[in-house]
């Protein structure tokens, strides 16, 4: 009996038993998944807020380094965050009882407004989180201009 989870999208059914499991690994190993991995980690969660002063972009990227995580602004207006999660290191021996963690690439991108200032962006990485700051240019009141009224 295999409890190993398969994928990274939610199964309610996921921890009942599947009388087929052995059998259809027996028939054809090749199609069977390997348990360990894992649908790709693709869809990194993202918010987006607006704040008066900019863009705010947080990542919930939890055991990734800031070295495989990389921010690009491309084609001047679109924000790009990709990076990959390693896949962790398996003993022989280990037997895994439920795989839930996804590993591999990701990459998200999101078109800037034309008010983002993209050559003053900033990005931190603390606690799992990614947090990209795209200050927003400041917006300028049209000048009004009086005309005096000739009779």
Do not use: Y
Not at 81 to 91: A, F, L, P, V
Request: aromatic share 8%.
């Amino acid at each position: 009996m295999s409890l190993v989870r398969r994928s990274n999208v939610f199964d309610p059914f996921a921890d009942f038993w599947d009388p087929f499991d052995g059998v259809f690994r027996s028939l054809v190993p090749s199609v069977a998944p390997s348990g360990r991995d894992t649908a790709a980690f693709a869809n990194a969660r993202i918010d987006w807020k607006e704040t008066p002063e900019a863009h705010v972009f947080k990542a919930d990227l939890p055991g990734v380094k800031k070295e495989e995580v990389k921010v690009e602004v491309e084609d001047g207006n679109v924000l790009v965050i990709s990076g990959e999660r390693s896949k962790e290191k398996e003993d022989k021996n280990d037997k895994w009882h439920r795989v839930e963690r996804s590993s591999g690439k990701f990459l998200r991108r999101f078109r800037l407004p034309e008010n983002a200032k993209t050559d003053e962006v900033k990005a931190g990485l603390e606690n799992g989180v990614l947090t990209v700051t795209v200050p927003k240019a400041e917006v300028k009141k049209p000048e009004v201009k009086a005309i005096e009224i000739s009779s």
